[in-house]
């Protein structure tokens, strides 16, 4: 991590060079962001990210040979200090689920406004949950469905631990899990009902399970 808290440091993983190249100098054109290393495809992004020990990640999910999910999955596996915000073209529920059980903190399309991307870099690293308007939508369960019928068996048994006032190492312990995988768990849940902290959705929980 940075020595000054005033400096974030940020890894770009995209196969596209040009993609990169654009991020670099939309980053770097800042007092408070550096660019402090690039990556082609999740394999590098994996060792870039363990070499300069970054403050946030900017991860595509489509590169070849390991994809940006399974990327973000090693990474927070190794440096689960490290904030993760996936930049990409693809806004369908799958794979936005998919980036946010993975641990992504963040989930932005690569045709947001520039000044956009600037925001949701400072908002990851200070903890913040950056998420394109766009996706939140898809995140959403349609009016016919109810938000706990959206969410798996796991997702609901740590709802349910949060409600009993149980930290996340309790719950993993609870239920054989690691302490990251419950901050994947409960990320997807408050997007699934749309809450932004464990104090809210335990309250949700306890009006509606």
Not at 161 to 176: E, F, P, Y
Request: charged share 25%; aromatic share 2%; proline share 4%.
């Amino acid at each position: 991590m940075t020595e000054s808290s005033a400096l974030t440091t940020v890894v770009l993983a995209d196969d596209h060079q040009m993609v990169r190249t654009g991020l670099s100098a939309l980053l770097g054109a800042t007092d408070d962001i550096r660019v402090v290393a690039q990556a082609g495809d999740g394999e590098q992004a994996v060792a870039e990210v363990a070499r300069t020990l970054p403050d946030v990640v900017l991860m595509d999910l489509s590169m070849p040979g390991t994809d940006g999910v399974e990327a973000t999955r090693r990474i927070l596996a190794a440096q689960p200090e490290v904030k993760i915000v996936v930049l990409t073209s693809f806004s369908d529920r799958a794979r936005v689920s998919d980036a946010l059980a993975a641990g992504a903190v963040g989930y932005l399309l690569k045709d947001c406004e520039p000044g956009d991307l600037l925001s949701a870099v400072r908002s990851a690293a200070a903890g913040h949950v950056p998420i394109d308007p766009r996706v939140a939508g898809v995140l959403l369960p349609d009016s016919s469905t109810r938000p706990e019928d959206a969410m798996s068996p796991r997702e609901l048994e740590v709802l349910r631990l949060v409600a009993q006032g149980l930290a996340n190492k309790q719950i993993g312990r609870r239920l054989g899990i690691s302490e990251r995988t419950v901050k994947a768990h409960l990320t997807s849940v408050f997007h699934r009902i749309g809450v932004v902290d464990r104090t809210q959705a335990a309250l949700w929980a306890e009006r509606n399970l």
